[in-house]
């Protein structure tokens, strides 16, 4: 015998009541448990040729920090001195970290003391430069801190918005980075003016003992090239070559201008992957971004790719013996002639 049931009615209040009492606590991490954080920003500081002065992208690093909030500022050094080193009027306090000699420049180093800076204080905001440093230890930070990083960051609207160039700077994307109290940023250094170093700063110092040692990786040794020249990526005058060029030869020429005008010697990526000079001097998209006030682009045709590194630069001047190179789109002064011979009168004449 087969007989039908009719469903009991419910009323809409009970099956609410029924609903909330099987509903699951959705998991949230320990992170996100943390209570409402402070405005506060941690900066952290580049490596500086002299350690007793900033870096030029740390000082960009903390003028771009100065705007995402009116709180404190603290800046994460691994300088193994005392609080001689110049800092900016918003630093509020240094923190020195421990490292054993220059393990600091390690990624695992780095990632260690930024975690357990945070820990201690719970900051709202974590800043770096957006340099070959940063990007070093950027995504690694921002795994062990369960944070997205924005990275390359030209603009600050707000203290969680922020604007990031996309297809090598021809678009400009609006993030709003809302997956965590704690924001991660990386700042792109020639888009934000050089915070002034006052010799009056009130800021305190600590020690940040408690930072976790590195035993997987081990520091062996670097190979830098020294030159007397200014840095590339914080010249205020900066004078490239490409493809034009024809040999690493010929870049003398270009070298010798730099060296009468104070600057220092760049390069395209073609000049660079044809040998001509090694990839320390590439500007563009894969290599160094520079901003100079004075920019001297020979031979170079102007790639998308080497736009993107130099196109912010204050004056653009352009020498190329082609008349239809896109170099002269973007260029402030364009030269149409022979590099061979408009280079060493350029440097006769100045």
């Keep these: ?5 009719r469903p009991t009615a419910i009323s809409s209040a009970n099956i609410a009541r029924h609903a909330a009492s099987c509903r699951r606590p959705t998991p949230i991490s320990a992170f996100h448990q ?5 405005e506060s920003t941690l900066v952290i500081a580049e490596p500086s ?23 404190p500022i603290s800046l994460l050094t691994f300088s193994s001195g005392d609080n001689a080193v110049g800092v900016p009027s918003s630093v509020t306090s240094v923190i020195q970290a421990k490292a054993d000699g220059n393990s600091s420049l390690l990624a695992e180093t780095v990632t260690n003391a930024v975690v357990a800076a945070n820990k201690k204080h719970g900051y709202s905001h974590i800043v770096a430069a957006a340099t070959k440093f940063g990007a070093n230890y950027l995504g690694r930070a921002g795994a062990q801190l369960g944070v997205s990083p924005v990275s390359d ?14 297809y090598a ?3 400009l994307a609006k993030v709003i980075a809302k997956d965590s109290p704690l924001k991660l940023i990386s700042i792109r250094p020639t888009a934000f003016e050089k915070a002034e170093v006052s010799n009056n700063s009130s800021s305190t110092t600590e020690t940040l003992d408690d930072v976790p040692a590195n035993e997987l990786t081990e520091w062996l040794l670097e190979s830098v090239s020294k030159s007397e020249r200014p840095d590339l990526g914080s010249a205020s005058v900066v004078v490239s070559g490409g493809r034009g060029m024809k040999n690493g030869e010929n870049f003398a020429l270009l070298e010798a201008l730099a060296d009468k005008l104070g600057g220092a010697v760049g390069a395209s990526r073609a000049a660079v992957d044809a040998g001509f000079v090694p990839n ?17 682009a020979c031979g170079i045709s102007g790639a998308i790719q080497h736009l993107s590194g130099m196109k912010d630069s204050k004056t653009i001047v352009a020498i ?16 149409v002639a022979d590099l061979f011979d408009a280079v060493p009168e350029l440097t006769e004449k100045v």
Excluded: C
């Design 320 to 335: 190329n013996k082609d008349a239809e190179a896109p170099i002269f789109q973007v260029a402030d002064y364009g030269l």
């Design 49 to 71: 040729a002299d350690e007793s002065s900033l870096a030029p992208s740390t000082l960009s690093a903390i003028s771009a920090a100065s705007k995402l909030h009116s709180g």
């Design 1 to 5: 015998m087969l007989s039908l049931l």
């Design 169 to 171: 700077g021809n678009a």
């Design 34 to 38: 943390q209570q409402q954080r402070s």
């Design 280 to 296: 320390d001097l590439q500007v563009g998209q894969t290599g160094k971004v520079v901003a100079p006030d004075l920019y001297i």
């Design 153 to 166: 960051v030209v603009e600050v609207l707000s203290d969680d918005t922020f604007v990031r160039p996309l």
